[in-house]
């Protein structure tokens, strides 16, 4: 399998880690976000979006991180990224929901380019902007945290699921834009026990074959 | 089941149209977004985000319109709003994704509200800002469908999915906001074929209990 994906995206961070719990290996094809890459022709050839990560599958193009996570947990089920039941699986997805619907889409690079290039937002304003989404929905996140009982040393339980994979590119996305994260003991917690794990740092920005070059 | 919704959301939106193409009745609990309820203590209690929709299945309440549709697929699995294979279920996700996360968050009330009071974008600005990312995200997905073989009457194949169901409220809200959707004759081709079914057309914002008091 390949992944088309950068250093910095949250999402092929996602990807990273799932591909890593599950034991794939990869080869890496770096499309380079801040050179443009993902609006050649070449790579809207794979994915017609321009967006990264893409896993080619045996000439099979997969797009949208949590479809492919998805995938990858149904054909290889072990160990589960899911739990078991329908009500685990809504609590999971939905905390996943929270952060790749809410809170990343509204930080990612295109979108503080067209508030730097068209609204003429200065640093100051695209910093407020991103750590107001960051806010908005960790606020939330902790509570919901808090109040379920299924959480464990993971979002849902002892094990790490698809929830965990969102939430920690996401905190580490918030810690490279100060992001005061104090306020969230759950969230970080969690966060500290699953980066304490090899399948998480391994996948970390930092530790991807591109990034001495290009950070 | 009660769903607390509002009329124009469209991630409610999303969810009615789940639950009548499941044939599953439900009350219908207005949370005025344009009134702030969303923001208020008691909804707070029932959904610590503070969006909608919300699921209250006797006490268990689900988040996020898309792990709350999931769930239902699964609980009830007659009519299929997944394909039944790994690849084909990758394909609609991908789909759901496309639209759910990178288009969606980027135009609801709480972003453009944002624009208004924080970066002081006039009316024009916010217009080009929500029509910039449903070109975006509508341009890549229209390739994607045309070069998809499994595309038939809908996105994937002759029976709704969830990538309609996530469809056709970002077309309906495409139309509020004067999009120009001529360059996309795939996906306004399936917007009709959706939108003919009873199931879409009563969840359409306009056909909810609230729409001629708040319209």
Redesign the interface.
Known sequence: MKIYGYFRSSAAFRLRIAMNLKGLSYDHNLINLQAGDHLSDSF?LI?????VPALDIEG?I???????I??LD??YPAPALLPHD??G??????V???I???I???NNL??LN??RD??E?DEE?RI??YR?WVK??F???E??LS?NVETGKFCFGDSPTVADICLVPQVVNAQRFNCDLDCYPRISRIFEECIGLKEFSDAHPSNQPEAAQLA
Do not use: F, M
């Not at 994915?47 to 967006?51: A, S, T, V």
């Not at 997969?62 to 492919?68: E, F, G, P, Y």
């Not at 699986?89 to 939905?94: E, H, L, Q, Y």
């Open positions: 809207r994915n017609p979006q321009g967006r099979d997969l797009t949208q991180s949590l479809a492919i998805e995938y149904e054909v329908a009500l699986k809504a609590k999971v997805r939905g996943a929901g929270l790749a619907c809410d990343h889409p509204l295109a979108v067209y508030l068209q609204l937002a304003a407020a902007w107001h908005e929905g606020d939330g996140l509570k919901i109040a």
